[in-house]
């Protein structure tokens, strides 16, 4: 008599293996159900709190910063930032959007807040010194769009692409001109409650990480008004 080997589904290994197998991707179903459902309540809740801006108002706008937009604008939206923060140089595409879109309308204003990597207060330091000769925003640009830079030498030839003077900018950055007001937004950040990059203040309400575009124009439409 011809022997009929069972299925291999059939047999109790193939059961155990189904099962296991069932099991795994149920709970991976889940997981994966659950990651989409926390993200999606993730930002309909920071949506939800940037549209109310509610809680204490800090005086972060206060000072002398440097600022696109208009300076008698009734919204002003500042950011604490760090040029070596991968989440600042995601959203700096949005924020240079929002800053062309609404020019009239908001106030933007940059402060330091260097505390992702150890040179990131060099970082800030380079684009203060081209800021001297009046290049603090092309060099602002630059250092998000190559982010990854840190050495002296390099700093110099972005801050020569941006058409500063090297000799000047490299004096300047050498004597650390202006950690003075460096260390004074980092010490005002951290008085203000900042854990981290970005944390941004729209007329004085802290809103901590990185803001989807859509929600930014929600909160200015909503300013506007």
């Not at 296991?20 to 949506?47: D, H, M, P, Q, R």
């Not at 990059?197 to 007329?203: A, R």
Request: hydrophobic fraction near 40%.
């Amino acid at each position: 008599m011809q022997y009929i080997k069972k299925p291999w589904y059939k047999t109790w290994r193939g059961a155990v293996i189904l099962f296991f197998s069932a099991t795994i991707l149920f709970v991976l179903t889940i997981g994966v159900f659950y990651f989409i459902g926390t993200v999606k309540n993730g930002k309909t809740e920071l949506s939800q709190a940037a549209a109310k801006l509610s809680g204490p108002i800090f005086q972060a706008a206060a000072g002398q910063h440097y600022w696109l937009g208009n300076d008698q604008a009734k919204i002003t939206i500042v950011e604490f930032g760090d040029f070596a923060c991968p989440v600042c140089e995601k959203a700096f595409p949005t924020i240079r959007e929002i800053s062309l879109k609404y020019k009239n309308d908001i106030k933007f204003i940059w402060r330091d807040y260097p505390v992702v990597q150890d040179y990131s207060a060099l970082l800030a330091l380079s684009a203060r010194c081209a800021g001297e000769q009046g290049l603090f925003w092309p060099m602002h640009d630059k250092l998000f769009q190559n982010q990854g830079v840190s050495a002296a030498e390099q700093l110099t030839a972005l801050a020569n692409q941006a058409g500063a003077d090297t000799v000047r900018f490299k004096d300047c950055l050498s004597q650390q001109k202006y950690l003075p007001q460096i260390q004074k937004d980092l010490s005002d950040g951290q008085t203000f409650g900042n854990i981290g990059t970005p944390t941004y203040f729209i007329n004085g309400h802290r809103i901590p990480g990185d803001i989807p575009y859509d929600v930014f124009v929600k909160i200015i439409e909503e300013l506007k008004k």
